[in-house]
């Protein structure tokens, strides 16, 4: 005969179970945990470091959108009526920016990055900042960018920009056909990359000379050619500019020294950050249990938590509570709690879970160098420096000379947030793959508001120039 335990049985049993401390404890954080799981799939999924990163979703543009249709319709606008460049006008006497994009040609179809990122530049600005801001375009193709890059004519034509630069326009004559010769063989050797490096390095710095040699303004924009600017980017960017020039008058910072660039210690800076992408601000280890140590800090509050939890249970609860602390609920608190609440927190993301609260920051980290504001009392000894950088066998990257510069010189590095621009370029000029150029990729920026932005636009306008600055520039 056959034993089968009676129904009865077993919900006495099931109920018996449920009945201790501990596995109560434990069905609990496993529905707490399962909770947060789901809220993270579905507000965590934009984080590259966060273990809820979704590669499908991940870099869905939301802000990016509205400001492209923005971009794209300021331009189109432009073309249909030529009116719309007298109304907004160009760089007054005395700009305080002296802006320049650079770009090459892609083989794209459509619309090249370029025509969007001016059209970033300029949509919904108003004259009062127009006038403060000098604006470049530089197209860097060689040997000639007039046929090599399908936007020149369209940007040479409209009028919309105070100045196009090119290397057969404004190389000196002296030693010019052999530089050209030299830009050339850089820019096709697609099997060396340090060529390449060296191709891009000299574009920067020739970009960064030009602004410096032609206008005094005090900074100087380097904006790559596949960016999207937010609305009121140049406000606020004025805004921050004045704020860092008091902050850098404070007397108890001290003169740059070499290497000594921790925050609140420079006197002088090199670069505002309008950029930055989340890989490069979140934690310092990765997803495992074992990065950022989170194992010993387990330990560190685990052990002082299960103390404290004993001595309640001793000396303080009544027995009616302290029976509720048993080794079951002690063991889920202590051994499987804590460590797995310390782990969600790393493997959630710092930018899912903290984020970046707005304002300045001066930071020596941070990636790339799609929007950088800097100060041009620097650009001629920057300039200077990458132009030697170009004559070694390893120039090194754009993007990582001006940091090193930064260190050597002793140079704080700040950041602006939120951040004002995000990188819209899936084809690269410089051979990137598209996935890896897709990464490069602000979450932050694509959470900015429309609305909010539009308000503070016109706010930080009245306080820079005045309330009858405040007027929209917008097509149509």
């Known amino acids: 005969m056959i034993f089968r335990p009676s129904k009865c049985f077993n919900s006495l049993s099931n109920s018996k179970l449920l009945g201790q401390p501990g596995i109560r404890a434990l069905v609990l954080l496993s529905a707490l945990v399962s909770l947060y799981a789901v809220y993270g799939v579905f507000n965590f999924y934009r984080d590259p470091l966060s273990i809820f990163f979704s590669e499908e979703h991940g870099f869905d543009p939301f802000y990016s959108s509205v400001r492209q249709a923005e971009a794209d319709g300021f331009i189109d606008a432009l073309k249909e009526n030529p009116d719309l460049t007298r109304r907004l006008g160009k760089a007054g006497d005395s700009p305080q920016i002296c802006a320049v994009f650079m770009t090459i040609g892609r083989d794209i179809e459509g619309r090249q990055y370029i025509d969007s990122a001016v059209g970033s530049f300029l949509a919904n600005m108003t ?17 000639n960018p007039e046929t090599q890059h399908k936007s020149y004519a369209s940007f040479a034509n409209a009028g919309i920009v105070d100045d196009i630069i090119t290397y057969p326009a404004t190389l000196p004559d002296w030693g010019k056909e052999m530089k050209m010769r030299t830009l050339q063989r850089w820019a096709s050797d697609r099997a060396n990359k340090h060529a390449l490096e060296r191709k891009t390095v000299h574009d920067y710095a020739y970009a960064l000379d030009q602004c410096a040699k032609t206008t005094d303004a005090p900074y100087i924009a380097m904006l790559e050619g596949d960016i999207l600017l937010a609305d009121g980017w140049a406000a606020r960017t004025l805004k921050n500019l004045r704020l860092i020039e008091e902050t850098m008058k404070d007397p108890r910072r001290r003169d740059p020294e070499r290497g ?26 990765g997803t495992g249990f074992r990065d950022n140590n989170v194992h010993v800090i387990s330990l560190a509050v ?13 000396l303080v609860l009544p027995y009616h509570l302290a029976r509720h602390l048993d080794a079951g609920v002690l063991f889920v608190v202590c051994a499987l709690g804590v460590p ?17 609260p707005r304002g300045l920051r001066e930071e020596w980290f941070g990636c790339c160098n799609q929007a950088l504001v800097y100060n041009s009392a620097h650009a001629p000894e920057l300039a200077g420096f990458l132009f030697a950088a170009t004559a070694r066998d390893r120039p090194g990257r754009s993007d990582m000379l001006p940091k090193d510069f930064a260190w050597d010189r002793g ?29 490069v990729w602000s979450m932050a920026f694509e959470s900015l ?5 539009a308000y503070e636009h016109m706010r930080d306008v009245r306080e820079l120039f ?3 600055a405040a007027v929209d520039i917008r097509a149509g």
């Open 127 to 143: 004259r009062a900042e127009r006038e403060a801001i000098h604006l470049k375009i530089f197209f860097a193709d060689v040997p």
């Open 260 to 285: 000594q660039i921790d925050p609140g210690r420079p006197n002088s800076w090199l670069y505002l950050r309008l950029f930055n992408q989340e890989r490069s601000t979140g934690w310092a280890g």
């Open 302 to 314: 685990g052990i002082p938590l299960l103390i404290i939890l004993l001595l309640l249970r001793r």
């Open 340 to 356: 797995l609440c310390i782990w969600l927190f790393y493997a959630s993301g710092k930018a899912s879970l903290v984020g970046s």
């Open 411 to 439: 140079l704080a590095r700040v950041s602006a947030y939120p951040m004002l621009a995000q990188h819209a370029g899936r084809v690269s000029a410089i051979d990137t793959s598209s996935d890896e150029a897709k990464r």
């Open 449 to 453: 508001r429309p609305a909010k932005l």
């Open 466 to 468: 005045g309330g009858d």
